[in-house]
């Protein structure tokens, strides 16, 4: 089906996305039992938005609105805590849609400083098109980031975008930032 739709990469589809595999989950806890109990907290949620696009994959081209809104909402919470770029992970996976799509949210975005030059990474790419598992994998690859020391960003802008037209962005915080800065 997805091949008759035109949405997969192939020899005769130069465009689209390739099929992946993953599974990924985490475990979200309040930060005062988790700190109580001794547990090792390698990212701090700051906040999550939703939106919706009114163009789906079928209805014609995305023009970024709902992306752009959930991420903007997002950002909001740190506009005057953070400076520098962001670390951005997006489920961008070489569908043309999901191209314009981005690439019209950023432009939306445009007079955000810290995506002027993000710092973006794509799980697609690496992985291929994981669905749903997607978003859990990004927040890994997030944490993973942080813990590592190789984000370089104390803050992770997570933004997934459904062919359906949910959109939705959360950020994290890597909680050793200052620490990491002081060295």
């Not at 949620?45 to 970024?64: C, K, W």
């Not at 669905?131 to 890994?140: M, N, S």
């Not at 949910?166 to 890597?174: C, M, N, P, T």
Request: aromatic fraction near 8%.
């Amino acid at each position: 089906m997805l091949a008759h739709l035109r949405l997969l990469k192939t020899v005769g589809n130069p465009v689209g996305f390739m099929p992946g595999e993953a599974a990924a989950f985490f475990s979200l806890e309040r930060a005062a039992p988790a700190r109580q109990r001794g547990a090792r907290i390698e990212a701090e949620l700051v906040t999550t938005a939703l939106s919706n696009e009114e163009m789906h994959r079928f209805s014609g081209p995305s023009h970024g609105r709902g992306l752009a809104a959930a991420m903007g909402n997002a950002l909001e919470a740190i506009r005057d805590s953070h400076s520098g770029p962001v670390l951005v992970l997006h489920n961008l996976n070489g569908d043309p849609w999901r191209a314009m799509e981005w690439g019209t949210a950023l432009v939306r975005l445009a007079d955000w400083e810290m995506l002027r030059e993000p710092r973006a990474w794509f799980p697609p790419l690496s992985f291929g098109e994981t669905g749903a598992a997607t978003g859990p994998l990004a927040v890994c690859m997030a944490v993973r980031a942080f813990a590592r020391h190789y984000a370089g960003s104390p803050h992770a802008l997570i933004a997934m975008s459904s062919y359906a037209g949910s959109k939705g962005a959360l950020v994290l915080r890597d909680p050793r930032w200052d620490g990491l800065q002081k060295r």
